[in-house]
């Protein structure tokens, strides 16, 4: 079974939302802020959230999933490190925080796979960050 069975879109297109999230600031409406995202993109739905396994138990994430009907993808800091050479703008601060050059962009890219395409590149609100990938092809 591929990494996008249980993920693929209708039609050939898979978008997947990776996004960060800094504990020390105040959170604010995150699913008001996504589907806005979506609107501005001409993005009916959103099959995968992705993610650090260190936000994992996050309650925003399982608010957001269950508002967007998508699944959650957790991923390491050493498998989104793999990502680093697609990164719009790696940051060496935040691998001093979690062990990788970014969050947001590099969860999106990985739970499309290969042939991921960053769609919307990172967008800052704190204290989230967002970033939307997409696939085309059939893995």
Known sequence: MNRLSKSRQIGNKHYALGIG??????AGNVVATVKEIMNQNKIA?????????????????????QALSAQIRLFTAEELEKETPKLTNPSEYIYSLVGCHGVCEAAALAAIGSDATLLVTKIRNPPYTFAIAVSEGNQ
Do not use: C, D, P
């Open 21 to 26: 999230f800094s504990r020390s600031k105040r």
């Open 45 to 65: 739905k959103l099959r995968t959230i992705a993610t650090i396994v260190s936000l994992g138990n996050e309650l925003f994430l399982k608010e957001l999933a």
